[in-house]
Antibody, heavy 125, light 111 residues
Framework: QVQLQESGPGLVKPSETLSLTCAVS????????WSWIRQPPGKGLEWIGF???????DYHPSLKSRVTMSLDTSRSQFSLRLSSATAADTAVYYC???????????????????WGKGTTVIVSS | QSVLTQPPSASGTPGQRVTIVCSGS????????VNWYQQLPGTAPRLLIY???QRPSGVPDRFSGSKSATSASLAISGLQSDDEADYYC????????????FGGGTKLTVL
């Protein structure tokens, strides 16, 4: 049973870099697209981006200039860095395992089948 | 403002059938597959439906998904009190070099 666990500082100062790590256990980190998703207090889900096990990345257009994701296959973990944090980045951050594919005429699919429990990050001085 | 549009709330009584609609556009639902997630209070989201109408192992067949043109629907039959949760639709969007978009979520209340 694959499990994901987020870790990182729960409090980040404005203008600093928010850094989180997701540890993958009980399964392989290969052949999947590993995502970060966040949920501001009382609001809906927002996809931040994914990193493919081969190292390729795709980020949400609105966050692209501030986001960096990396993957450490030897440690079975992947990470998120979000620079120039503001109060608007306060949220519960989830990591998740993604499946991505192209069905031709049926289009693309990308779904998240395993999620971490989430970690709360507050951006405040 | 979410790219995919869902009603903010829905409700039903135990045993009833409830449908939640998710509206998008040609760059997301119109071109690609739709997924649905259930988020029980205080917990992480859980995959409920993927690739429009597929259920992961462990999801009861009371939950079903469908898609038509630029809209998708999640149907829950035989409503139970445990189904009270937030439900989110999501899809890949081909615009701006591609990214995932979510609906704003629908809070389902079991009366």
């Amino acid at each position: 049973q694959v499990q994901l666990q987020e870790s990182g500082p729960g409090l980040v100062k404005p203008s600093e870099t928010l850094s989180l790590t997701c540890a993958v256990s009980g399964g392989s980190i290969s052949n999947y697209y590993w995502s970060w998703i966040r949920q501001p207090p009382g609001k809906g889900l927002e996809w931040i981006g994914f990193i493919y096990y081969g190292g390729g990345t795709d980020y949400h257009p609105s966050l692209k200039s501030r986001v960096t994701m990396s993957l450490d296959t030897s440690r079975s973990q992947f990470s998120l860095r979000l620079s120039s944090a503001t109060a608007a980045d306060t949220a519960v951050y989830y990591c998740a395992r993604g499946h991505y594919g192209d069905y031709g005429l049926s289009g693309l699919y990308y779904y998240l089948d395993v999620w971490g429990k989430g970690t709360t990050v507050i951006v405040s001085s | 403002q979410s790219v995919l549009t869902q009603p903010p709330s829905a409700s039903g009584t135990p045993g009833q059938r409830v449908t939640i609609v998710c509206s998008g556009s040609s760059s997301n639902i119109g071109s690609n597959s739709v997924n649905w997630y259930q988020q029980l209070p205080g917990t992480a989201p859980r995959l409920l439906i993927y690739r429009n109408n597929q259920r992961p192992s462990g999801v009861p067949d009371r939950f079903s998904g469908s898609k038509s043109a630029t809209s998708a629907s999640l149907a829950i039959s035989g409503l139970q009190s445990d189904d009270e949760a937030d439900y989110y639709c999501a899809a890949w969007d081909d615009s701006l070099s591609g990214h995932v978009v979510f609906g704003g979520g629908t809070k389902l209340t079991v009366l």
